[in-house]
């Protein structure tokens, strides 16, 4: 079975703080994807990034930066330099490959509060 | 790119009446769709898995003669909740996972439908 843990419920910082969103995953299998999502108080998932299971290389794009390691099966999510644009819930999700592996296992959420 | 449309935004019906939100994605052929459920402050629960020119798949607990989903072509689908009742409240989300190109297999959501049963 697979699982996703965001530990952080809610994180809540001040404009121009980085921030590091937490992820991490339980899957027995060799390949797989993790993805995140933000879904803004709009209500739309907004999907940010996709990441293989074969493909550790770290990424960052604009403000956003992943960080996947597999030793430690985590899967985490930094913003530098917060906006309050920024305030969503955040999540991390987790998929297998082929057929019905492809249904999305996603975590609790984080909710990001951005203070001016 | 990569857009997916889902109608209504909000719908108020009254108990016993059924109601029907669509799913289209727009720019992209997705022959598997999902259709979630969301309550305050949770998780996305996944209800079913939409498959273009076959049966849905229902998640374990999910009436199906309740959520009833239709997957007529490759870019549709949709989801009518039959005789709805206030406990059917709730905020869904439908997702179309992508065919194939480079964004192969990922899900893009649909901005939900708020649906309240007086």
Redesign the interface.
């Known amino acids: 079975a697979q699982k996703v843990t965001q530990a952080q419920t809610e994180i809540s910082v001040v404009e121009k703080e980085d921030v590091t969103l937490d992820c991490v995953y339980e899957t027995r299998d060799t390949t797989y994807?993790l993805?995140w999502?933000k879904q803004p108080p709009?209500?739309?998932?907004?999907?940010l990034i996709?990441r293989n299971s074969f493909d550790e290389q770290n990424e960052i794009s604009g403000r956003y930066s992943w960080n996947f390691q597999k030793s430690t099966s985590s899967f985490n999510f930094t913003i530098t330099a917060s906006q309050v644009v920024d305030s969503a819930v955040y999540?991390c999700a987790l998929?297998g490959?082929g057929g019905?592996n492809?249904?999305?296992t996603?975590?609790?959420?984080t909710?990001l509060t951005v203070n001016p | 790119g990569?857009v997916v449309s889902q109608h209504p935004s909000r719908v108020i019906c009254k108990s016993g009446t059924s109601v029907k939100i669509e799913c289209r994605s727009l720019d992209f052929q997705a022959t598997?769709m999902?259709w979630y459920r969301q309550f305050p402050?949770?998780?996305?629960m996944?209800m079913a898995?939409s498959n273009e020119g076959s049966k849905a798949?229902y998640e374990q607990g999910v009436e199906k003669d309740k959520f009833l989903i239709n997957h007529a072509s490759l870019t549709l689908s949709t989801l009518t909740v039959t005789s709805a009742h206030p406990e059917d409240s709730s905020?869904y989300?439908c997702?179309a996972?992508d065919d194939g190109g480079p964004a192969k297999?990922?899900?893009?959501?649909?901005?939900?439908t708020?649906l309240s049963v007086l």
């Open positions: 994807y993805f999502y709009s209500g739309e998932l907004v999907f996709r999540f998929s490959s019905s492809y249904k999305l996603f975590g609790k959420g909710l | 990569a598997t999902f402050k949770q998780s996305l996944l898995t798949t905020f989300i997702s996972r297999n990922i899900q893009y959501f649909g901005a939900g708020r």
